[in-house]
């Protein structure tokens, strides 16, 4: 099993560029989530989707947008890159009490 | 105030020590707790989950006292593997609603030979 996948693991994006990073999940879970890290933050929930076909603001969505694809997939894009959004980017996804990690995307906004 | 609070540590123990890591949350709603170790550069995994009446699991111990809001972790015997950092984790949400998860900034543990 995959478990949980994330592309691309690196990422330099100029100011005012845009970029998608995929997610997917091979576990058949319903929700899934993305979160951004940054030193002495903690991880912080920038939108998640309860099921296929819903999507929700997190604590930090000003700046991204997100599609559920399908059940395994969801993405997260980036309109218009600004430098506070350098940061690495987790996608994530549930049962019912465990949440499970892709491994990362370090993205550098410059 | 940070709706769950660490001490980022961090913490330098030696081999076979015993360290206990402390975590403080905010919303009385909450209903489920957990830890997370997150090696350097990796994704977060879950260690543990937290009931109220205290569980173990091998050098490990967690305890959650609901009325004062605090979750504990205690690690015992300490191996240079457990250098990683803990995130303590709470869950406000309900499963339908999306299992919201809310995440401390994270204790790191650094054991030395």
């Known amino acids: 099993n995959a478990g949980v996948t994330q592309t691309p693991k690196f990422q330099v994006l100029k100011t005012g560029q845009s970029m998608t990073l995929q997610c997917a999940q091979d576990m058949n879970h319903n929700s899934m989530y993305w979160y951004r890290q940054d030193p002495g933050m903690g991880l912080r929930l920038i939108y998640y989707?309860?099921?296929?076909?819903?999507?929700d603001k997190g604590e930090v969505p000003n700046g991204y947008n997100v599609s559920r694809l399908n059940k395994r997939e969801f993405s997260l894009r980036l309109e218009s890159a600004a430098p506070s959004q350098t940061s690495v980017y987790f996608c994530?996804?549930?049962?019912?009490?465990?949440?499970?990690f892709g491994p990362g995307t370090r993205l550098t906004v410059t | 105030r940070k709706e769950v609070e660490q001490d980022p540590g961090p913490f330098n123990v030696p081999e076979g020590a015993t360290v206990a890591f402390n975590c403080t949350y905010s919303?009385?709603?909450?209903?489920?707790f957990f830890w997370y170790r997150q090696d350097c550069r990796k994704e977060p995994k879950l260690l543990m989950s937290v009931y109220s009446s205290g569980n173990e699991d091998g050098r490990f111990t967690a305890q959650l006292n609901r009325a004062s809001q605090y979750i504990s972790l205690l690690i015992r015997d300490s191996k240079l593997s457990d250098s990683a950092t803990y995130l303590c984790v709470v869950n406000i949400g309900s499963y339908n609603a999306g299992n919201m998860l809310t995440f401390g900034g994270g204790t790191r543990l650094m054991v030395k030979p």
């Open positions: 994530a996804s549930s049962t019912l009490w465990e949440q499970y």
């Open positions: 919303n009385s709603a909450s209903q489920s």
């Open positions: 989707s309860a099921s296929e076909g819903t999507t």
